[in-house]
């Protein structure tokens, strides 16, 4: 594959943020959406808009989903027929059946899928986990992820756990994915969920999910969606027996460990980046889709996370700590888990 012909599926706030991406990239894009919007979009970039999805998905090399998470496995499924590579915004599927089948449906087809699990490119998570990888804190015991911001309104089916999964599958999984992604498979997750629709300043909704993983850690997970002030928060909080490695990025303008001599380096800012996160991450996929190295999340990290966060879901319905089932997975061969 020569050209980085893109389909881009969708026309709300995650394909804006995607575009500039492809275009830095040199892609030939064509949107598509059902709601009226791919033809203001088009003409604001200096796109093509595709008259159908047949039509998008028949011309491109690579489709990229950035419709809602319920429409994700049919549109995928039609990619891979179509003979596309697909990168999907997270998560890939709002269950861990329909995850599968879109992994498996990409194998058989000898394609590559992969999710946008955006926040692997942060690049204090990508400290963190050099942090973790390198032992610079020893042996990890705990670790705390939290991650807050305004109840997403702009697109009414957020506010509907039967088409996004609610704060638990949407917003909760970007941490559960970075806890596998530093601590390894999660084998049990005690969780709850609150939601009120109806707060007097706008609808708000919570949920935590304690993880434990195969390797010991413990790690929890806290979610929040607040009313329309809300600020965008992330924060992590990892112990190890070499010291402790904190991030705030509203409180403090770097990353700090503290307690090891030998961790002890240069922060690393909570704003300009540098290089956008999604930028970087298109950038991965789009090297790999055209023969490179695979990027730094698969498939196979998808399907995992929307399994655990299906797991939490149903944790959080019972209000029982809840085995996280891996029956329905298989090992990948490496071209799929690329």
Sequence with gaps: MNRLDVAVIGAGFIARTHIPAWIALGARIRVFSTDGQAAPLAEEFGLTEAASLEEALGWAAIVDICTPTTTH????????SA????????????????????????HRAGRLLYPGHVVRFFPAYVRLRDAVTSGALGRVAVARFTRAGRYPTWSEWFADPAL??????????????IARWLFGEVTRVH????????APDGPVATGSATLTHDSGVISQVLGVWGPPATPFRYTFHVAGTHGTLTHDSLAHPSL?????????????????????PFAMQISEFAAAF?????PRVSAHDGVAAVRISAAARRSAATGRAVAVDDTHSHPLTEENHR
Excluded at 83 to 106: W, Y
Excluded at 164 to 177: P, Y
Aim: with cysteine; proline share 8%.
């Design 73 to 80: 496995h049919d549109i995928a499924l039609a990619a891979f």
């Design 83 to 106: 003979g596309a590579h697909v990168l999907c915004e997270k998560p890939l599927a709002l269950t861990p059946q329909n995850a599968q089948r879109m992994a498996d449906a990409a």
């Design 164 to 177: 996004s999964g609610g704060i638990v599958t949407d917003q909760m999984l970007h941490d559960i994915d």
């Design 191 to 198: 969780a709850t969920q609150r939601g009120n629709p109806t």
């Design 256 to 276: 700090r460990v503290s307690g090891s001599p030998a961790a002890q380096g240069d922060g690393v800012p909570t704003g300009g980046f540098g290089e956008d």
């Design 290 to 294: 055209q023969g490179g190295a695979p």
